[in-house]
């Protein structure tokens, strides 16, 4: 059974090398077309995540580097081995779920489909957004309809819509308060409403709302 499970935390240290080495090379390439990923809209508001999206790929890092010495003893016994390794799964599934997050917003996939279902669009959105520096001083207070609500639109421009207008309302309220989502459905339309508790825009520039940069 020892025997069994030495292989085990070979295979798995295996697998901790080669998710580290693609991650190297993933962020290698990342800053390779950093420069030309900025001239997208979106992948500008990706770059302006990237700080909090590195801090919270080097937390599991930090456990996986850490569990991986502590294997190297040799007064361990199974139960310790395996919850260990157990730790070391984990932590590399949180990588891979950030990673495929990022990769999902920043590129979306060739075959997305063209509807998508908006409370559940809306909550991957906010488990992406939450760990941010931004954010960490927001809440979110979101009122659905009981039931699935699936809108005309690719999950990935909703995401794009959504995102900016979170980022506006964490702006808004310098980062402390709380965002509310309302969505409700009426005569086959769907209607997403967005309100933060900061000050709001002075009603002498309202007109300058749908100007580019403003």
């Known amino acids: 059974h020892l025997q069994a499970l030495t292989e085990a935390r ?17 962020n290698r390439e990342l800053e390779m077309t950093r ?23 080097g937390n599991p890092l930090g456990v996986i580097q850490g569990y991986l010495s502590v294997l190297d003893r040799t007064d361990l016994d199974d139960d310790e081995r395996r919850n260990i390794l157990k730790t070391l799964d984990e932590a590399i ?21 063209d509807h998508c279902d908006v409370g559940d669009t809306i909550r991957e959105l906010w488990r992406f957004l939450e760990s941010q520096k931004k954010f960490r001083g927001v ?10 609500l699936y ?5 990935s421009r909703l995401h794009q819509i959504l995102m900016n207008l ?21 005569e086959e339309k769907i209607r997403i409403r967005v309100k933060d508790h900061g ?11 749908f100007r580019p940069f403003y």
């Open 93 to 113: 599934a949180r990588i891979k779920r950030i990673v495929k997050d990022l990769l999902n917003f920043s590129r979306p996939a060739s075959d997305e489909a």
């Open 166 to 186: 979170f980022l506006n309302a964490s702006d808004a309220m310098a980062g402390e308060g709380a965002i509310e989502i309302r969505v409700a459905a009426r």
């Open 151 to 155: 809108a005309q639109v690719p999950e």
């Open 10 to 26: 070979g295979e798995d240290r295996e697998q901790v090398a080669r998710q580290l080495q693609q991650l190297r090379r993933m």
């Open 139 to 148: 809440a979110m207070r979101l009122s659905l309809a009981r039931e699935p």
């Open 199 to 209: 000050g709001g825009i002075p009603v002498a520039e309202l007109d300058n709302i």
């Open 35 to 57: 420069g030309h990923l900025v001239q997208s809209g979106k992948l500008a508001t990706m770059g302006e995540m990237s700080a909090g999206i590195a801090h919270e790929i």
